[in-house]
């Protein structure tokens, strides 16, 4: 029976997001999963992250509790999902996986995937308006609201323009409100997202 774990040997991740570290092997008939590890190499020292026996699953390290899945009822793939990224996660991993055989014997195999986890820049903001159509009666009262995606935190700057092509800023806060409008309210409205 010839066994190996597949996956690749660099991820990258998005920080605040989740990533699946891939780890799997094709069953074979007579070896049965023994035990499952996942180890981790990084800025904080090392560890084992996750092992997964006869008891169930654990996590080992607290930096990873209610962070890290392992999938129970796919045969074969033992691959680490880790969420809520944080900078701290990069690091090398091992997946370590031991099988019996039908005499009884122990055959263990692992690979180990290097994990890097990015910042994503702030994509060009969309604006949302409270009512389809912006005209909107005097006294009556509308909203903007600014969106852009990238890595947190994203601040927002929306700006009126004004003569001469200039702008004067109006507001830090993705969305920018008037209670009760006045038809000097009328103009172009534009809003800037950034991150770090």
Known sequence: ?????????????????SVTLPCAYVPVEDLVQQTLTWSVVHDKGSGTAFRRDDL???ILLSEYRDRIIVPKDAPGNVSLLIL??????????????????SNHSLIAKEITTKLEVVKVAATKPIIRAAEPGLTVPAGGSTSL?????????ISYRWFRSAPAGTAVLLSTGAELAWPSLRPSDSGTYFCEAQNR
């Open 1 to 17: 029976a010839f066994l190996d774990l597949s996956g690749p040997s660099e991820v990258k991740g998005v920080w605040k997001d």
């Open 145 to 153: 609201t600014c969106e852009a995606r990238g890595s947190p935190p």
């Open 56 to 58: 169930g699953d654990h």
């Open 84 to 101: 809520n990224l944080e900078i701290s996660d990069r690091g090398t991993y091992t997946c370590q996986v031991t099988w019996k055989d």
